[in-house]
């Protein structure tokens, strides 16, 4: 695969960013691309390893050297091929990846591993440019009908996999755009919505039929699903977790998801009443993950006085881990572009206190330094350090801490299980509820996870209500070791 010396020879060469400057003033996406010459010679450092462990780092299994093979030789329709036989939405995964792939790249374990991530999206850009991807309408129809409930990564590619199988497919959302998080949750500057319009209209070519501002369980009867010979419920990890502490009613302590979501939405022209902004406000974000570097982002876009970030684990190293060896996902310090933009990082930091004036509203934050105790056998245990009380100016306070779990109105309404972490349950590998038509998949019946592994389950999923429906089934699926075993 590649070129044998390739990686010898060339250095590993990523993306960059317009300057700082310029991208903070729009909500557009600002990396500058490669040459078409460079990302040859990416696909070239593919080492033609023995055993090619990116497939294993790879929810999806994706046949990763062999695309980067046709990239090295030129052959980008066949790479394309290649990469959309296990992948239904490179675009969004070229984009939003965290790339498990890469931390399991073998050249890694010697130097810089191959960008699999963006030659998986100029592929993909170049796929769409040439017009290579088109609509894939079954040939012929079973009869059998599937309502797949939710409009994410997972909803989506369960829908596209059984309209391709030939069954009639209708997706409900909720919100007044596809797309689930994809649509409002990723700030435009990551993803601008027009590549999710640009694959939607290939899935309404195909024949799926696409329902909004439909709440399944509110505004729509839960007993019109039973129409359906299937359901499939990718509704999401969608319940925000919050903190146990005093003052979090405060006027100016907002979730997330809600401060990005208004956001989007006004980028698009869509009213949104009493919009919470960061413009010339102290910010303080809460948690360090994707989405607090989003809220970071976003912020200093509205034009923040200042922003800080607090999280409440110890600052990972600059590099790999011992405790995380290769091939496995990685501690390491993550820097995103949005850190690049403008923030203080604070880690091992603990909120104590939202403090208000008297109409209510936050004016500051209390906080204290912790360490964590790590006893064998129990868990950790968040120790306080004594004499680190501090008071930080605020006027708002954006909670990114994640979701605990999906809401609970659908399970109870169609009397599905769920687990101790209130996730759906249902078998991996089976996805089918304790209702036999029912299936679910993705981050309903996972928790918060990637994006690839939302599209990896909605096909996986797909596969099995194909079986439900038929007793068989030709749709791809994966073996015990993530190979591809069947194409469709």
Same mark, same amino acid.
């Given at each position: 695969?590649?070129?044998?010396?390739?990686?010898?020879?060339? #250095?590993?060469?990523?993306?960059?960013?317009?300057?700082?400057?310029?991208?903070?003033?729009?909500?557009?996406?600002?990396?500058? $691309?490669?040459?078409?010459?460079?990302?040859?010679?990416?696909?070239?450092?593919?080492?033609?390893?023995?055993?090619?462990?990116?497939?294993?780092?790879?929810?999806?299994?994706?046949?990763?050297?062999?695309? %980067?093979?046709?990239?090295?030789?030129?052959?980008?329709?066949? =790479?394309?091929?290649?990469?959309?036989?296990? %992948?239904?939405?490179? #675009?969004?995964?070229?984009?939003?990846?965290?790339?498990?792939?890469?931390?399991?790249?073998?050249?890694?374990?010697?130097?810089?591993?191959?960008?699999?991530?963006?030659?998986?999206? @100029?592929?993909?850009?170049?796929?769409?440019?040439?017009?290579?991807?088109?609509?894939?309408?079954?040939?012929?129809?079973?009869?059998?009908?599937? +309502?797949?409930?939710?409009?994410?990564?997972?909803?989506?590619?369960?829908?596209?996999?059984?309209?391709?199988?030939?069954?009639?497919?209708?997706?409900?959302?909720?919100?007044?755009?596809?797309?689930?998080?994809?649509?409002?949750?990723?700030?435009?500057?990551?993803?601008?919505?027009?590549?999710?319009?640009?694959?939607?209209?290939?899935?309404?070519?195909?024949?799926? /039929?696409?329902?909004?501002?439909?709440?399944?369980?509110?505004?729509?009867?839960?007993? $019109?699903?039973?129409?359906?010979?299937?359901?499939?419920?990718?509704?999401? =990890?969608?319940?925000?977790?919050?903190?146990?502490?005093?003052?979090?009613?405060?006027? *100016?302590?907002?979730?997330?998801?809600?401060?990005?979501?208004?956001?989007?939405?006004?980028?698009?022209?869509?009213?949104?009443?009493?919009?919470?902004? $960061?413009?010339?406000?102290?910010?303080?974000?809460?948690?360090?993950?994707?989405?607090?570097?989003?809220?970071?982002?976003?912020? %200093?876009?509205?034009?923040?006085?200042?922003?800080?970030?607090?999280?409440?684990?110890?600052?990972?190293? *600059?590099?790999?881990?011992?405790?995380?060896?290769?091939?496995?996902?990685?501690?390491?310090?993550?820097?995103?572009?949005?850190?690049?933009?403008?923030?203080?990082? @604070?880690?091992?930091?603990?909120?104590?206190?939202?403090?208000?004036?008297?109409?209510?509203?936050?004016?500051?934050?209390?906080?204290?330094?912790?360490?964590?105790?790590?006893?064998?056998?129990?868990?950790?245990?968040? &120790? #306080?350090?004594?004499?680190?009380?501090?008071?930080?100016?605020?006027?708002? =306070?954006?909670? $990114?801490?994640?979701?605990?779990?999906?809401?609970?109105?659908?399970?109870?309404?169609?009397?599905?299980?769920?687990?101790?972490?209130? @996730?759906?349950? +249902?078998?991996?590998?089976?996805?089918? /509820?304790?209702?036999?038509?029912?299936?679910?998949?993705?981050?309903?019946?996972?928790?918060?996870?990637? &994006?690839?592994? =939302?599209?990896?389950?909605?096909?996986?999923?797909?596969?099995?209500?194909?079986?439900?429906?038929?007793?068989?089934?030709?749709?791809?699926?994966?073996? +015990?070791?993530?190979?591809?075993?069947?194409?469709?």
């Amino acid at each position: 695969m590649g070129k044998v010396t390739g990686f010898k020879e060339f #250095e590993r060469q990523d993306e960059t960013y317009k300057p700082v400057d310029e991208r903070v003033k729009h909500y557009k996406e600002f990396t500058v $691309a490669l040459s078409e010459e460079d990302i040859t010679k990416q696909g070239s450092r593919c080492m033609d390893c023995g055993i090619p462990f990116c497939h294993s780092g790879c929810p999806l299994g994706n046949l990763i050297p062999d695309f %980067n093979h046709m990239v090295h030789q030129g052959e980008w329709q066949k =790479a394309s091929w290649i990469l959309h036989s296990t %992948n239904n939405f490179p #675009e969004f995964t070229g984009r939003l990846c965290p790339a498990p792939c890469e931390k399991a790249c073998v050249l890694g374990i010697i130097e810089d591993p191959i960008s699999i991530e963006n030659i998986e999206k @100029n592929i993909v850009e170049r796929a769409f440019k040439e017009g290579w991807i088109k609509p894939q309408p079954p040939k012929t129809r079973t009869g059998k009908t599937v +309502a797949v409930v939710g409009s994410g990564p997972a909803g989506l590619a369960t829908a596209q996999q059984l309209n391709r199988a030939g069954h009639t497919v209708t997706v409900f959302e909720r919100d007044d755009e596809i797309g689930g998080l994809l649509r409002y949750g990723i700030p435009n500057f990551k993803m601008e919505k027009e590549i999710i319009d640009r694959r939607l209209a290939i899935l309404k070519a195909e024949g799926i /039929t696409f329902k909004t501002n439909v709440h399944v369980g509110v505004n729509y009867d839960t007993d $019109a699903l039973k129409a359906f010979d299937a359901v499939v419920l990718c509704g999401g =990890a969608t319940q925000r977790r919050s903190l146990p502490t005093p003052g979090i009613d405060a006027d *100016g302590v907002v979730q997330a998801m809600d401060f990005l979501t208004q956001q989007t939405k006004v980028v698009f022209g869509k009213n949104v009443e009493n919009q919470v902004l $960061a413009t010339g406000k102290d910010v303080i974000v809460i948690g360090g993950g994707d989405t607090g570097s989003d809220c970071i982002g976003t912020s %200093n876009r509205q034009g923040a006085k200042s922003v800080t970030n607090f999280e409440i684990m110890p600052k990972p190293p *600059g590099h790999r881990s011992p405790t995380t060896p290769w091939p496995f996902w990685p501690l390491q310090l993550k820097t995103s572009s949005s850190h690049q933009e403008g923030v203080e990082r @604070n880690w091992l930091i603990n909120t104590k206190e939202f403090v208000t004036d008297e109409n209510g509203k936050l004016t500051a934050l209390k906080t204290v330094n912790v360490e964590w105790k790590m006893v064998p056998g129990q868990r950790p245990q968040l &120790i #306080e350090v004594e004499g680190t009380e501090k008071t930080w100016p605020c006027d708002l =306070a954006l909670l $990114a801490l994640g979701f605990t779990g999906p809401e609970a109105t659908l399970a109870e309404k169609l009397g599905i299980e769920t687990d101790a972490r209130s @996730n759906y349950k +249902a078998e991996y590998g089976k996805y089918q /509820t304790n209702i036999p038509n029912i299936f679910t998949a993705g981050d309903m019946r996972r928790g918060q996870s990637l &994006i690839v592994w =939302a599209i990896s389950e909605g096909r996986e999923a797909a596969r099995q209500v194909d079986i439900y429906l038929m007793g068989k089934s030709d749709l791809p699926t994966k073996d +015990a070791t993530g190979d591809l075993v069947a194409l469709h």
